[in-house]
Nanobody
Framework: QVQLVESGGGSVQAGGSLRLSCAASQNARSRDYMGWFRQAPGKEREGVAAIYTGGSTTYYADFVKGRFTISRDNTENVLYLQMTSLKPEDTAMYYC??????????????????WGQGTQVTVSS
């Protein structure tokens, strides 16, 4: 069982920035897809960004392209999501996921075995 712990959420004004972190336990696979997802109240969970940890391939949802950057520190086993130019519609609980088992796009919610508990991001106008 891989443990994932997110941090870095908070409240910011529109146009601001935040960096989310996701610390993975040491038994996480060295070659895996990891992703960031979000869920706003009353809405379904959706993929935000994903990365292949064995290389540099990244994936982004259209609504965050050019604003968010996913990265991973393979030495420390930490996944990051740098968020800039935040908008009120980015308000959601953000989750990281790992243990991809290959069902469709790495941005798909159904493709991951392990999930963190989430960190709240609130963007005010």
């Amino acid at each position: 069982q891989v443990q994932l712990v997110e941090s870095g959420g908070g409240s910011v004004q529109a146009g601001g920035s935040l960096r989310l972190s996701c610390a993975a336990s040491q038994n996480a696979r060295s070659r895996d897809y990891m992703g960031w997802f979000r869920q706003a109240p009353g809405k379904e969970r959706e993929g935000v960004a994903a990365i292949y940890t064995g290389g540099s391939t990244t994936y982004y949802a259209d609504f965050v392209k050019g604003r968010f950057t996913i990265s991973r520190d393979n030495t420390e086993n930490v996944l990051y999501l740098q968020m800039t130019s935040l908008k009120p519609e980015d308000t959601a609980m953000y989750y990281c996921a790992s243990g991809y088992y290959g069902l469709g796009s790495p941005l798909g919610v159904k493709g991951y075995n392990y999930w963190g508990q989430g960190t709240q991001v609130t963007v005010s106008s």
